[in-house]
């Protein structure tokens, strides 16, 4: 036989093999829907699968969507089996559903369609219980492996104020380690809940216990009178664990490295029930403007020597803790001689809250007559919430010298440089004689309007305003888009961080090297996946970037590379050149994600 023909004929058979493996398992589709679970606690999670018999469905059903419960992708796998001469393939599309209050989820019908055969789930509920704080005993007993509290700073605030609350978070002193701390419920009906800062983490002694402290201040604003509840409030975290009855390895016979075991767990803290009260009314001063909390004013004003009509510059700096960015400048009832301006402001905090700090207000006035002679005081008002009442602040008035407006000083006309000797009367000439002789002639050149140099010097200012225009246009588009923003500043920490990692391989520092590759792993994956940097680990590869069709080219070495960081913390590699020979590869990875597209 021909070996070409040979060729066709096996090829044919393993087409026809293949059709009948596809009808026999298009024959037997079928559709599930299961969850790992059906009870959970708040702060955990839950696995859906769904698994598609006998081909690959059209579009792949999502459940409905639920502002409670967040669904995330985390993958897809697909076996095949062959069994009895009759093929099978099933694929399963898993979802992560984390639940953020208590109660009861229903995931409803879903349908799906594979080979123009419509298939349904049956329904699946979850049931989410709700998370209790432990109880002092318990906490004092130290067996508890983590715990949260609320700390506020007083039981009654005032409707407006904004104020600062402490979530206290610890973790037991045998926790080796804790993963990425995820808030998972924050229940604050009648309040604004602003920004989270960690603080300095501290040892503690509680009980029998000790315990690592991990402070988080949260800034919160009362937008409602009445009896408000905080709380419970929920995070979620892995710790790692020492396992003490893990068996010696083979190549850690004398257990020089940590063998530990991971554990999700959840934490909650009481309900914390907050009185919101109203401002009193009666005690309002006038030019109060709704301002809570404690503050000082300091005042300027130039010039003061202006014609009517000239401008003055009022620059009004108000100081101290609150709410900065609602601040305003009362009206001035006692400005009515002057024409007044929208101000300007400036914000500048001394906290990572943005409640302290200095907000300035520059406003132009101008003096209407001459007969103002000074600036009348200006006072401000607001309501402090520690003593319970009103604080008035005023500034003296500044004195003014305004003269009438378009009136100039007289011109002083200087004497002859040569003083005259006698007093007699200079000569009258009433008419000057001619001249008599013309004197040297000179040629005149051409007129500067022909020259080019003048010509050329006229381009200067209209070239200064384009370039004004063209850089101030540049400085506006920057402003106005965050993205290019951090685009650009993570290009800067990522040339900044290569020049790091070479400076680390030269002086052989295996743990300064590694610190800043996942560092600049972490920038750079954030601004791509718009995400804080400090979020970024290595399951945002499974979690983010797989579900998006990123391809397994920047997968892998980003996952090798990020195994490899790992390792390094416990056996931290002792040779330049090994670490020299990372260099490439980081960068060539660096300018992959540069160029993704997520």
């Known amino acids: 036989m021909v070996p070409g023909r040979t060729r066709s004929w096996v090829g044919l058979a393993m087409a026809a093999a293949q059709c009948f493996w596809l009808l026999a398992g298009a024959a037997g589709a079928g559709f599930t829907a299961s969850l790992d679970r059906d009870t959970i606690t708040l702060g955990e999670g839950a696995t859906l699968s769904l698994s598609f018999e006998g081909g690959t469905p059209d579009d792949v059903p999502l459940p409905a969507g639920n502002p409670n419960l967040q669904v995330t992708e985390t993958g897809t796998s697909t076996q095949f089996s062959f069994s009895n001469g009759q093929s099978s393939s099933t694929v399963v599309h898993t979802f992560r559903l984390t639940p953020r209050q208590p109660g009861d989820y229903t995931i409803p019908v879903l349908v799906a369609v594979i080979g123009g055969t419509k298939l349904a789930s049956q329904p699946l509920t979850l049931k989410v219980l709700k998370l209790a704080a432990p109880s002092p005993q318990a906490v004092n007993s130290g067996a508890e492996l983590a715990f949260l509290k609320l700390v506020l700073p007083r039981k009654e605030v005032y409707a407006g104020e904004t104020f600062t609350a402490q979530l206290q978070l610890y973790l037991l002193n045998r926790v080796q380690g804790a993963g990425q701390i995820q808030l998972t419920s924050f229940p604050a009906d009648g309040f604004n809940v602003g920004k989270m800062i960690e603080g300095q983490r501290r040892q503690v002694q509680i009980g029998n216990g000790v315990y690592t402290l991990i402070p988080i201040e949260v800034a919160l604003r009362a937008i409602k009178a009445g009896p408000l509840t905080l709380g419970p409030v929920t995070f979620g975290l892995v710790v790692e664990l020492p396992s003490n009855g893990r068996q010696r390895d083979v190549f850690d016979p004398f257990g020089m490295f940590s063998h530990g075991e991971q554990r999700q767990i959840s934490v909650a803290t009481t309900a914390e029930p907050i009185q919101s009260l109203l401002l009193p009314r009666e005690s309002a001063p006038p030019g109060f403007n709704g301002a809570i909390g404690k503050f000082t004013m300091a005042m300027t004003a130039g010039p003061t020597n202006v014609a009517a009509g000239d401008p003055i510059t009022v620059k009004v700096q108000i100081s101290g803790h609150g709410s900065l960015d609602a601040l305003t400048l009362p009206e001035q009832p006692a400005w009515h001689d002057f024409k007044t301006y929208p101000p300007t402001t400036k914000v500048e905090t001394s906290d990572q809250l943005g409640l302290q700090g200095t907000k300035t207000f520059e406003q132009i006035v101008t003096p209407q007559s001459a007969e103002i002679k000074e600036l009348p005081p200006i006072s401000f008002s607001f309501f402090d919430p520690e003593v319970k009442a009103y ?130 792993l972490q920038e750079q994956l954030g601004e791509r996946l718009d995400v804080p940097a400090t979020a970024i680990t290595e399951a945002v590869i499974e979690e983010r970037m797989r579900p998006r069709g990123v391809p397994e080219t920047i997968l892998t070495p980003l996952h090798e590379l990020f195994q490899q960081s790992n390792l390094a913390r416990y056996a931290p590699i002792k040779s330049s050149q090994e670490l020299a020979a990372l260099i490439p590869r980081s960068e060539a990875l660096l300018k992959d994600l540069r160029s993704l597209k997520l």
Not at 404 to 433: E, K, M, Y
Not at 477 to 492: D, T
Not at 505 to 520: I, K, Y
């Open 391 to 520: 604080q008035t602040l005023t500034q003296r008035a500044v004195p003014l010298l305004v003269r009438p407006g378009g009136v100039a000083a007289a011109p002083t006309v200087l004497a002859s440089a040569q003083a005259r000797q006698d007093n007699s009367p200079p000569p009258a000439q009433d008419i000057v004689p001619n001249k008599q002789r013309l004197g040297t002639l000179a040629q005149l050149g051409p007129p500067l309007a022909q020259r080019g140099w003048f010509l050329a010097l006229q381009s200067v200012p209209l070239l200064a305003f384009v370039s004004a225009v063209v850089i101030r246009r540049r400085a506006q588009n920057l402003a106005n888009n965050p993205q290019l923003r951090r685009q650009r500043e993570v290009s800067r920490i990522v040339e900044q961080g290569v020049r790091d990692l070479r400076k680390s391989a030269a002086e052989n520092n295996s743990d300064q090297f590694f610190a800043t590759l996942v560092r600049v």
